[in-house]
Every structure is written in structure tokens, then in C-alpha cells.
């Protein structure tokens, strides 16, 4: 009986096996990224409620055995994990989706190491690719205004290429306040140009363009932004200003891929002065004068002429490809540009090539890179006055014959046998913008080489040694040629030729031990390392005289060979540096922080202190929603709060002076160090307290951080008396307190989140108070940054970084003009401070709509508070060519509230004495204060993702409408303020005849093969 059911039963078993076997069947199918089709390899293929499952292969396909009704689960690392039913299906393809949050999780820090970013201890936003690549610029830097809180991106006048100022969390120096830039790692050696001449913001001031401007923005992965001193710590001196993290792509593992990208934009100038073509030049004789203060008659508008539409086109492609044990990824960019101002061009050639492997079963990865880039400029746009074509468009005498010089710019002189220029009347103010164009031309060269390798060696399971070590190249030459017959100040009777060459270099090295150990409910992970850095800045020569013969460019040829400016100069440093950081964390619910360093700066030799400086900082962060139970709507809460030191050492040769040669004369050092005042390094001390929640299973994100910094010790150079031994004209002292504190929040969310329809939205607002505390007991409170006829930029104790200062009108006690004997208004003898170009708060909202393959994009970017100062205004006023100067004349004459000195009231003066005594250089720089708050339409982009068939050879093609600076929705300022004469600390906040800003609209297409 037994066996007879031992029988049944097996007999049952088999048959219920065969049915099972009978329900099974093959799936396969293709997994791909849904942003750009492209196939995902390494995603899992997971039967659900079982351990049932396969990885994708190089091309994105998999199959798998299922039985009959099974549901499969699709997942892979940075995507939303997807179920789908198989349905009776035998194929089963699935795009999935980028997950924000999952991408999130982890992030670069310092040093290039990465780390979970709930555990981070403080604050640290990143920028996708997509972000920055959507609409291009040149430099891709301007591509970040208003995308992270907490920084403030200025470009300059120079046009395409030029530098970038950007400051984070408020100035806190006497010097540089830009961030530290580092890619995979690796600090970056970039050097802004802060105007080439020293004739100050008068004389013409443009820029060579920074390191950030050689970048093919393709080639970007990501930036992060370390914004406080807690974030840079182990970044030492070199990061006293924050640091930029910049993450290139690489190659991967899998099915080799292509992809070419081009955008093109099209770019008019905008916001332009409102000039008059009411009256003219000409006396009742008919005589024409260099300012349109004469009689009425209609003139034609010829500035619509003169700023062509310009022309940029980015285009790159680039090659991926790789095994699981290497990876290669190449491209090439080229990047052409015509710019607005006419024959102004530039072309930019970059090729990077990177090579990534694993060797001894994957403990060693070597990852390689080579960067070069070659960029020419012809005819940069210049700011102020010399070699500035603006100025004679601008300040053209109404009346004449614009189009007569336009095309006859130059003329033959017969007593001179050449050719001179032919322009009413040369003045330093203007010349003929198409004589400054064609024959003041500029011609530059910038050449960029970056070598890197790093090795990291896992030499157990919880030991990692890392080595990296890089070698940064910049090269530029210069040259400009000036014909005989431009203004004598610039190119005396025969011409004069300008031309020199500047190297700078920097070559860094690390060797950084990484430990990570878990006990019990601890996580442990230490760092400690080892690096140095050397700099070597201007190297190479300088040459600039006037010519013998006229119009022959060359050294040999010059007038005065003995007074003839030739330089050398080599200035080097050297930094080597010790640092550690100790992270603990507890149950992922708490995280302590500890990081040090210490520098050894080759500039603080002989300064009298210690060479050797110190910095430590502490972090603490507490995860409430892992160690609370939370409301069912609260998805993620976390507390942060930092202490940091860090510290910013001196300029070259201040503690070793030495003497400079020009001409064959010897000079003595310009500046030392005042007896009994040993220099410091400069040492900001900072804390900063942060929230960060994530809501509705993290449909809403919110980060909110409160910081409070103090940079002391900072570096000045007073004057020094005449009867100093060592013949110094400035003593270098340490002194001074520039505190900042703010608020940074960003808040961001889904408020639509659908499988046809979506919105994506970011708010990006930050605060800051800047406050200059203290400074050296012998200047009085107060340091001139720059000072000029018409302006100063000061520091003063008690008013914030860079007051603006000018000439003001002297009053009464009524406050009314008081008016000099001839009717001309009274002008103070000292300034006033009228102003200062920090804004009090900024925002920028992105947001991104998706409709199936339809995308719209767009940033509003706003900037409250702080003051310009436009000078060109104040010349447009003085030269009788502004609106403003021809209603006064229509009305009669100016309304003014005046008295003469005898209490005699007035309330009207003629237009021309009014605008010739406030206008000008010598003027009332405060008429020309300008509320500096706008709010700008910076990006919209529109694009649209074709489906591709499975089998074709495009993957992927998107085609997207673009514009950039579309409109502004508010603006005061009768120019764009968020350009800057340039990157240095001296101009910020001064226009003076710069370049109008663009607005851009074009297309851009993105194709994956």
C-alpha cells in the first residue's frame, strides 16, 4: 500500500513539473537610457519574489527564463527601478529613467574622493552636464548664473572667451576672490587677466581671457560647488574662496558610442545707449565741432550699423568606447565665433584624450588624460578709451558724414608720403573706430596644456593608496600693430608696435592614503596625504616703443632702443602641504567631520614669522529622519553644522625683494616689509549651520544654510616714506577684518510627475552681508583700491567690500546746488561715497516641462540691490550725443534746484554748461549711479527626442530652439550690470564704453550613434 502512494505521489510530481516546465518561456529584450535611447549595460533583469535574474550585456540585451505570468523588475545604478508584466510577451524592452535622488546620493568632495552626501557636514550643490550644455557659452563658467545658490557670476566686456569673475559667498580679500577650480581632482592653474596696460580703466582695459575659457563644455560630466571654507578645508590656501569641483566624462565599458554636437546662436547686441540725432556738431557758421552741442538738424542713426550680428558655433564630437578592464573616451571641439563688434573673431581648437584600466584583477586603476587647446582672438574687445572702437561710434559728431569715414578711414597724406587717419578731430577720448579696427589691430594666441595621471592602488579590502599628478601649461602671445597716424599718445609720428609672450605654468602632485573600516554600528573612513604644488607666473618678454621708420613692425625698427620697455619676469611659488580628514559615522544616522592641514608657502621665506601655517576644521551631521519616526510626508531631514580655519598665504617677492631692469636701469623693489610687522598668512574662520529635508517621497527637496565668515591678517601696501633705506614705495602689512554672512537656500521639487507629462522646478536664493570690520591703524580707516578723476574704489572700516566714491554737487543746508559765479554748478573736492556693486541677494529659478519627447526649458535670473556707475553716460551727457542732453534743450535747459552764492535761487541752467561741467572725466561721477537690480530671462530652450528604430544607426537625436538673454523683465541701469570691466578687484561695478550685452537665439542638435 505505502508504495503504490510513494508512486502516486511521484507520478503527481512529475506530471505537476512537466506542467511548470510547459510554463516557462524565453523573454528577451533591450534596456536603454530614456533620456537619449542610448543601451544601458550592467542593468538587472529580476524576476519578482524570486532570485531569478540576468545583467543586460555591452549592448543594453538580455534574456531570461520565466515562468508563465511573471513580472520583471528592471534596475540599474542612477535610474528609477521599473516592474513590467511579461503578459504572454516573448520581447520586453524598457527605458528607464534618470533618478534624481539616486544620482544624488553621492557626490565629489574634496580631493576628488567621494562620499554620501547625507553625510556631508556642509554644503555642496552640483550642475549636471545637461545643465551646462544646453545652451553653450564659450566659457563654459557663464553657463552656471543662477543655478547654484550662493554665487555670483560677472562677465566681462572682453566678448567671447574673456574671463569670468565669480564669487562665492561675498568678497572676503584685498586680492583674488576667485574660487579654486579642480578637475578629477586635480587643482587647476587659472590666472585671469585683469587688463592688459596700466593705464587704468581710462586707458583701455581688456583681458586674455582664464583657463575656464579653453574648456569644451561637452566634455563636462558635472561641477560641483564647495562654497564654504568647510567644504575647501583640504584644499588649503588654494581654496580659501571656495572651490569649483569639475568632473570630466570618461569612457565606458560596452558598445562603442558617438556623439556629435552642434550649436549655433545668433547674437545682437542689445541695451544700447539712447543717443540723439536732433542736434548736430555745426555752429550757426557751419563749422563742426568734436561735440553735438550746435544748431538742430536731423541725423541719421548710423550706430544700427556699426554692431554686426554675430555668430557662435560650438561643435564637438566625441568617441566612447571600452572593456570591463579599459575604457577609452576622445574628442574634439571647435568653436568659432564672430563677434558683434566688427572683425573681432576667434577660433578655439580643443582635442582631449583620456584613457582609463584596471590591472592585477582590478586593485590597480590608472586613469590617463591629455588636454589641448589652442585659442586665437583678433581683436578682442577693449573697455575705456584707448583702441576702443566704441568710443568714436559712440561720441561721433552729429551732422557730419558718418558713412564719408566709415569707408574712407583712412587717406593718403602727401607731405607724408603713407597713409593717415581721417577723423574730425583725434582726441584721447575717440578715434576712428574703423582706423582703431584695421589699423590699431590686435592679434592673440592662447595655448592650453594639461597632462594628468592618477593611480589608485587597493592594497586591501579597506585600504586604497592614491597618487596623482598633473602638469597645467598656459601660453599667450600678444601682438599689436599701430600705424603711424594714430593718436601721437598711442603711436607718436611713425606708429608703434606692442608685443610680448607669458607662460604660466603649475605642476601638482599627491600621494593620499584612504582607510575605510566598519565596527559594529560604526563606519570609519580616514584620509591622509601628502602634496605639492609649484607655480611659475609671467615668464617670458615684453616689448612696446614707438617706430623709427613708419609702419615697419619690429623690434629693430624702434625709435629709442635704450628707452625701449623689454621684461622678464619669473615669478615662482611653491606650496607643500600635510592634511588628514577622520569621518565616523553611526548607524547612517550621525556623521562626525574632522579635517587639518598644513601649508608650507615659499612666498612667507625671510617674512619675519613662520613659514608654516595651520588650519583645522570640525563637522557634525544628525539624520533625524533615521533616528526619529517621522510624518508619513517627511521623507528625509537632516541638521549640519561646521566650524572651519583656513588660511591664504602672500604675493611673490614681497619678502624677498628685488630689483627690476628696464632699459638697462635698475630700479628698486616697489615694496617690502615695514620693520617689527612680520607677515601672516590671511586666515578666515567660519562656521556655517544647514537644514536639509526632502518631502512627498521626495517630490519637494529643500536646503537652507546659514554661514558667518571673518577673513583676518589681511595683505596691504601702505605708502611708505621717501627716506626709507630700501627705496620701498609700499610696506606690506598684515591687518584688517572683511566679515561675511549670509543665508544660501535652494528649493526645488516635481510638482508634476507623470509617465507623459512632467515639471521639474529649482529655486536658488542667497544672501549676503559684507562688512569691512577693521583695517591697518596707518590708513585711517579706509584703502583706495583704484581712484580716477571721475570715481574711487575704496575699502573703507564699517561699510561693505568696494564702496563706490565719486565727486558729488556741494549743497547748502537746504540741499540745494550751490552755483559757482559763472552759473556753473559747484563740484565737492572729495568724494562721496555714492554706492557699492554687492548685490544684497540673488535668485534663479529654473524649471523644465517634459510632454512625451517634447522638452521646455527655461532660468529667470535675478540680482536685488548693489550700485553701478556708467561712464559712458556720463560722456554721452558731456559730448551733447545723449537723449537726455537734447530733451534738456528742447525743455529749454535743465531744472535744478540751485542758489547762487549769494542765495540767489535758480532753477533752470543752459543744457551744455550743465553737461559739460558733471559729464566727462572730471565730473559728478554720482549723477551716474545706477540701481543695479534686474531680473533676466537667461536661458529658454525648446527640444525635441525623435524615436529612433531599434535597428538604426542613430541611437539617438534631439534638435532643440535655444536663447540666451532673451529679455529683461526689470532693469534700471542703462547697460546689462552683470557684465564687469573686467575680472580684477579695481572696476568692479564701473562701465566704461564696454561691449552692450547679446541677446542669443539659435538651435542646437545632439546626435548619439
Known amino acids: 500500500m505505502l508504495k503504490k502512494q510513494l508512486l502516486l505521489m511521484w507520478a503527481c510530481g512529475l506530471c505537476g513539473l512537466n506542467v511548470l516546465l510547459a510554463q516557462e518561456k524565453t523573454v528577451t529584450g533591450i534596456v536603454t537610457d530614456g533620456a537619449d535611447k542610448a543601451p544601458l549595460p550592467g542593468a538587472n533583469v529580476v524576476v519578482k519574489g524570486s532570485t531569478t535574474g540576468t545583467a543586460t550585456d555591452f549592448d543594453g540585451n538580455y534574456t531570461l527564463n520565466v515562468p508563465e505570468g511573471a513580472v520583471l523588475v528592471f534596475s540599474a545604478l542612477g535610474y528609477k527601478t521599473q516592474e513590467i508584466a511579461v503578459e504572454g510577451r516573448e520581447q520586453v524592452d524598457v527605458s ?49 548664473a543662477g543655478k547654484a545658490a550662493g554665487v555670483v557670476i560677472n562677465r566681462s566686456s572682453a566678448g567671447a572667451g574673456g574671463s569670468v569673475k565669480v564669487v562665492l559667498r561675498g568678497n572676503s580679500s ?27 580703466v581710462f586707458g583701455g582695459t581688456g583681458d586674455t581671457g582664464d583657463a575656464l575659457s579653453m574648456l569644451n563644455p561637452d566634455d563636462i560630466e558635472n561641477i560641483s560647488v564647495l562654497r564654504g571654507a568647510s567644504a575647501a578645508a583640504l584644499y588649503g590656501s588654494q581654496g580659501a574662496n571656495g572651490v569649483i569641483l569639475i568632473t570630466t566624462k570618461s569612457g565606458k565599458d560596452g558598445r562603442t558610442t558617438v556623439t556629435v554636437s552642434s550649436n549655433t546662436t545668433f547674437d545682437k547686441a542689445v541695451n544700447l545707449p539712447r ?134 578711414y583712412a587717406v593718403f597724406d602727401e607731405s607724408r608720403n603713407l597713409y593717415t587717419q581721417n577723423w574730425p578731430q583725434l582726441e584721447n577720448e575717440q578715434q576712428n573706430p574703423y582706423w582703431i579696427l584695421n589699423r590699431n589691430r590686435s592679434e592673440e594666441d592662447n595655448q592650453r596644456l594639461v597632462a594628468a595621471i592618477k593611480l589608485d592602488y587597493r592594497a586591501t579590502d579597506w585600504l586604497t593608496v592614491k597618487s596623482r599628478m598633473s602638469y597645467d601649461r598656459l601660453f599667450n602671445t600678444f601682438e599689436r600693430k599701430i600705424y603711424a597716424g594714430t593718436l601721437g599718445v598711442l603711436g607718436g609720428e611713425f606708429g608703434a608696435y606692442n608685443y610680448s609672450e607669458n607662460t604660466n605654468t603649475q605642476l601638482y602632485a599627491d600621494i593620499i592614503a584612504v582607510a575605510n573600516a566598519t565596527a559594529g554600528d560604526f563606519d570609519v573612513s580616514a584620509t591622509v596625504g601628502s602634496s605639492v604644488t609649484r607655480y611659475t607666473f609671467g615668464q617670458g618678454v615684453s616689448f612696446a616703443g614707438t617706430l623709427k621708420y613708419a609702419n615697419l613692425f619690429n623690434v629693430d625698427n624702434y625709435l629709442n632702443p635704450a628707452g625701449t620697455f623689454h ?41 619675519g614669522g613662520n613659514i608654516s601655517y595651520f588650519y583645522p576644521s570640525v563637522g557634525l551631521t544628525g539624520v533625524l529622519s533615521e533616528m526619529f519616526t517621522m510624518p508619513d510626508f517627511v521623507s528625509f531631514l537632516k541638521l549640519r553644522g561646521s566650524y572651519s580655519e583656513v588660511g591664504n598665504d602672500i604675493p611673490a617677492f614681497v619678502t624677498t625683494p628685488v630689483q627690476t631692469i628696464t632699459a638697462g636701469v635698475s630700479s628698486f623693489p616697489e615694496k617690502g616689509l615695514l620693520d617689527g610687522e612680520p607677515l601672516k598668512p590671511e586666515r578666515q574662520k567660519s562656521h556655517e549651520f544647514g537644514l536639509e529635508a526632502r518631502f512627498f517621497n521626495s517630490r519637494l527637496n529643500l536646503d537652507v544654510t546659514y554661514y558667518k565668515s571673518n577673513t583676518v591678517n589681511q595683505y596691504f601696501e601702505i605708502e611708505a616714506p621717501s627716506t626709507n633705506p630700501n627705496g620701498f614705495t609700499y610696506f606690506a602689512v598684515n591687518a584688517g577684518d572683511i566679515q561675511n554672512k549670509g543665508y544660501e537656500i535652494s528649493l526645488g521639487g516635481k510638482p508634476v510627475e507623470g509617465e507623459e507629462f512632467g515639471w521639474d522646478t529649482q529655486f536658488n536664493f542667497a544672501s549676503n552681508e559684507n562688512t569691512v570690520k577693521n583695517i591697518h591703524p596707518k590708513l585711517n580707516g579706509r584703502a583706495n583700491i583704484s581712484t580716477s578723476d571721475t570715481y574711487r574704489y575704496a575699502i573703507v572700516e564699517g561699510r561693505p567690500y568696494g564702496v563706490i566714491e565719486s565727486k558729488t554737487f556741494v549743497e547748502d543746508e537746504q540741499g540745494r546746488i550751490i552755483l559757482n559765479p559763472d552759473g556753473t554748478p559747484k563740484i565737492s573736492d572729495d568724494y562721496s561715497e555714492v554706492g557699492n556693486a554687492n548685490p544684497d541677494w540673488t535668485l534663479g529659478w529654473n524649471n523644465q516641462f517634459r510632454f512625451k519627447n517634447l522638452t521646455l526649458n527655461f532660468l529667470v535670473d535675478a540680482r536685488v540691490g548693489g550700485e553701478v556707475m556708467s561712464l559712458t553716460e556720463a560722456y554721452l551727457d558731456q559730448y551733447g550725443v545723449s537723449q537726455r542732453s537734447a530733451r534738456a534743450r528742447d525743455n529749454g535747459g535743465v531744472r535744478v534746484d540751485a542758489v547762487m552764492e549769494d542765495g540767489t535761487p535758480v532753477s533752470q541752467i543752459d543744457a551744455r554748461t550743465y553737461y559739460n561741467t558733471i559729464g566727462g572725466r572730471n565730473g559728478v561721477g554720482a549723477n551716474y549711479v545706477y540701481d543695479a537690480t534686474n531680473v533676466l530671462m537667461r536661458e529658454i530652450g525648446l527640444g525635441y527626442t525623435f524615436d529612433m528604430p531599434e535597428d538604426h544607426f542613430i541611437r539617438s537625436l534631439k534638435i532643440s530652439a535655444i536663447a540666451r538673454n532673451l529679455f529683461f523683465f526689470y532693469k534700471e541701469a542703462p547697460f546689462d550690470p552683470n557684465i564687469t570691466l573686467n575680472t580684477g578687484n579695481k572696476f568692479q561695478g564701473i562701465e566704461l564704453f ?15 550613434f
Open 96 to 144: 528607464l529613467n534618470s533618478d534624481t535622488e539616486q544620482l544624488e546620493g553621492v557626490v565629489v568632495t574634496a580631493l576628488g574622493i567621494r562620499r554620501e552626501k547625507k553625510a556631508l557636514t556642509y554644503a555642496s550643490q552640483e550642475v549636471g552636464s545637461e545643465e551646462l550644455t544646453r545652451i553653450k557659452e564659450v566659457n563654459p563658467l557663464n553657463s552656471m
Open 174 to 200: 584685498t586680492r583674488s576672490n576667485q574660487p579654486l577650480y579642480v578637475i578629477d581632482g586635480v587643482p587647476m592653474l587659472n590666472t585671469p587677466d585683469e587688463g592688459r596696460g596700466a593705464e587704468g
Open 275 to 408: 543717443t540723439q540725432y536732433s542736434y548736430t556738431a555745426m555752429d550757426e557758421e557751419g563749422n563742426a565741432g568734436s561735440q553735438s552741442w550746435g544748431v538742430k538738424g536731423n541725423s541719421p542713426d548710423h550706430m544700427k550699423g556699426f554692431f554686426n550680428t554675430g555668430v557662435t558655433s560650438i561643435n564637438s564630437v566625441s568617441m566612447s568606447a571600452g572593456t570591463e578592464k579599459a575604457q577609452t573616451y576622445f574628442s574634439y571641439s571647435y568653436t568659432d565665433v564672430k563677434g558683434i563688434v566688427p572683425t573681432n573673431e576667434l577660433q578655439k581648437h580643443t582635442f582631449n584624450f583620456r584613457e582609463t584600466a584596471e590591472f592585477f584583477e582590478g586593485k590597480l586603476k590608472a586613469d590617463a588624460n591629455i588636454t589641448l587647446s589652442d585659442q586665437g582672438v583678433a581683436n578682442r574687445p577693449v573697455a575705456g578709451f584707448y583702441y576702443n572702437p566704441i568710443n568714436g561710434a559712440y561720441l561721433f559728431p552729429r551732422g557730419l558724414n558718418y558713412n564719408s569715414y566709415k569707408e574712407n
Open 567 to 607: 621684461r622678464k619676469t619669473d615669478a615662482r611659488k611653491e606650496i607643500q602641504s600635510v592634511f588628514s580628514s577622520v569621518n565616523v559615522g553611526f548607524k547612517g544616522m550621525v556623521y562626525l567631520d574632522v579635517t587639518a592641514r598644513n601649508d608650507w608657502s615659499s612666498t612667507l621665506v625671510n617674512s
Open 994 to 1008: 564696454s561691449v552692450p550685452n547679446t541677446r542669443s537665439i539659435g538651435v542646437n542638435f545632439n546626435i548619439i
